[in-house]
């Protein structure tokens, strides 16, 4: 199928294209990677006015580190991250969630923005913003303001951003030097939509758990970050039985409620151990 008829612009700064979004009132959509919008479009899910496409927005696409704090341009593209040393160095877990995104020309076209604007449950872009603890700057005509992941995501494919609101920029803190991390994923076939996937960031101080940070994608309506955890065999076990009672799993034709919540639990106790594993 095609899409609908569409007026097209491409804007050449962050104001220009909120100039264009006001103009629209809210019938116009943001095209940045078009791994999503654009399928959406072509089955006629999405029909908006006019597309204000940001890839010529060249301050959008940035990777620096500022104090403990590692900045990203909302256009940047996933690929790029994927080979950034110093996402390497800082954000190991993202490199890692990275590998599990779709295919190599989906990561080569996709932006880490469009992803979490996006908010795809199965997508585990959102799920490490939520275990790292990371937030997202937006500019719409009121200014700009930072959204907290937790704060971020409302609903399958719903944020709280406002219709005339860009991601500009998203944050994630430095993970610590001696930190553990693992990203664990059930899918049909790699690159396909995560069934159920966990991500892990821990900081152990021999043999006690200083810090842990749990996050899931692909189980519920949204990304949600799950509680601490332990290091101890006894400790990984419950929590691995914590994760899967505090999720409330969707069921569809990939798999029932029931399922995802028990693979909520095997993933948790995976991710844990592989995270504890290097430090040991």
């Not at 599990?100 to 080569?108: A, C, D, E, K």
């Not at 842990?212 to 990984?236: C, K, M, N, Q």
Request: proline fraction near 6%; include cysteine.
């Amino acid at each position: 199928m095609k899409p609908a008829k569409f007026e097209y612009h491409a804007p050449a700064s962050v104001g220009e294209a909120l100039a264009i979004l006001q103009r629209y009132d809210g019938e116009a959509r943001v095209l940045a990677g078009g791994q999503s919008l654009v399928p959406m479009m072509n089955f006629r899910l999405a029909q908006p006015k006019a597309i204000v496409d940001l890839n010529r927005i060249a301050e959008l696409a940035f990777i620096e580190e500022q104090g403990e704090v590692v900045r990203i341009g909302s256009m940047t593209r996933q690929r790029r991250l994927e080979f950034e040393p110093l996402i390497a160095a800082k954000l190991p877990l993202l490199r890692e969630a990275l590998r599990w995104v779709g295919h190599l020309p989906t990561r080569s076209r996709g932006t880490i923005g469009g992803s979490i604007a996006h908010a795809d449950p199965s997508a585990e872009i959102p799920m490490v913003l939520q275990a790292l603890e990371g937030e997202i700057v937006a500019r719409g005509p009121q200014g700009e303001r930072r959204v907290a992941a937790q704060d971020l995501f409302h609903a399958a494919l719903t944020t709280s951003l406002a219709p005339l609101e860009i991601i500009t920029e998203v944050r994630f803190p430095v993970t610590p030097p001696q930190a553990g991390h693992a990203v664990e994923e059930f899918a049909r076939r790699k690159g396909d939509f995560a069934i159920a996937a966990v991500a892990v960031m821990l900081v152990r101080d021999g043999e006690r758990c200083t810090k842990a940070r749990l996050a899931t994608a692909g189980v519920g309506p949204t990304s949600i970050r799950l509680r601490d955890t332990g290091l101890g065999e006894a400790a990984i076990a419950e929590a691995a039985e914590k994760a899967a009672a505090q999720v409330d799993p969707i069921s569809d034709l990939n798999g029932s409620a029931e399922y995802r919540r028990h693979l909520t639990g095997v993933l948790t106790g995976r991710a844990v151990l592989k995270a504890i594993g290097p430090a040991t």
